[in-house]
């Protein structure tokens, strides 16, 4: 079933190079925010370490500390290429991501949420009716929908059709409670 407003991911897979072999890992994820600093990373690898779980750096980034070209230390700007990440999925047991998001270098933790990205036009920055309506109607549950399309698809029959299917449905009802 889909969901607009996303479900969280509860496992995930990952693909990571240990010592030169290719490892697959399905289990357990979330996104870690750490400091921006080097020391934080190194704490955070420790912890993940510790933990037993696998961290991949968050790539492209949403995540992204500002806009990840000026160097903290020498106050000089860097090229994109060469900025630290400081946005890591991990994936691991249960214990071990609740002792990596209790790690001191930890800033934040989130939820890995699965979401369809909404594809809607430019145009000119307001939306029709219908664009408003086609947008509602994707905001809604399944059964909600479902219940609406129905109720729509019934106003367009002709009065007489309208008629026998709320008299067939009160004879069901009645049937159903006499038993």
Same mark, same amino acid.
């Given at each position: 079933?889909?969901?607009?407003?996303?479900?969280?991911?509860?496992?995930?897979?990952? =693909?990571?190079? %240990?010592?030169?072999?290719? %490892?697959?890992?399905?289990?357990?994820?979330?996104?870690?925010?750490?400091?921006?600093?080097?020391?934080?990373?190194?704490?955070?690898?420790?912890?993940?370490?510790?933990?037993?779980?696998?961290?991949?750096?968050?790539?492209?980034?949403?995540?992204?500390?500002?806009?990840?070209?000026?160097?903290?230390?020498?106050?000089? =700007?860097?090229?994109?290429?060469?900025?630290?990440?400081?946005?890591? =999925?991990? %994936?691991?047991?249960?214990?071990?991501?609740?002792?990596?998001?209790?790690?001191?270098?930890?800033?934040?933790?989130?939820?890995?949420?699965?979401?369809?990205?909404?594809?809607?036009?430019?145009?000119?920055?307001?939306?029709?009716?219908?664009?408003?309506?086609?947008? $509602?109607?994707?905001?809604?549950?399944?059964?909600?929908?479902?219940?609406?399309?129905?109720?729509?698809?019934?106003?367009?029959?002709? #009065?007489?059709? #309208?008629?026998?299917?709320?008299?067939?449905?009160?004879?069901? $009802?009645? $049937?159903?409670?006499?038993?």
């Amino acid at each position: 079933m889909f969901s607009p407003r996303g479900t969280l991911v509860r496992s995930a897979r990952l =693909r990571a190079e %240990v010592d030169g072999a290719e %490892v697959t890992v399905s289990a357990p994820v979330v996104l870690v925010t750490v400091g921006a600093n080097s020391e934080s990373r190194r704490t955070f690898r420790r912890a993940v370490g510790a933990a037993g779980c696998v961290a991949e750096p968050v790539v492209g980034d949403a995540y992204a500390e500002a806009d990840g070209t000026f160097n903290r230390r020498t106050g000089a =700007r860097q090229r994109p290429e060469a900025v630290q990440p400081a946005t890591f =999925r991990v %994936v691991g047991p249960a214990d071990g991501l609740r002792g990596v998001c209790e790690c001191p270098a930890v800033r934040e933790w989130n939820f890995q949420v699965g979401v369809r990205v909404p594809v809607v036009a430019g145009g000119s920055g307001t939306p029709s009716v219908a664009a408003e309506k086609n947008l $509602r109607r994707a905001m809604m549950g399944r059964t909600e929908r479902e219940a609406r399309e129905e109720t729509e698809r019934r106003a367009r029959l002709p #009065r007489g059709q #309208r008629e026998m299917l709320d008299l067939n449905e009160v004879l069901d $009802r009645e $049937r159903a409670l006499a038993e």
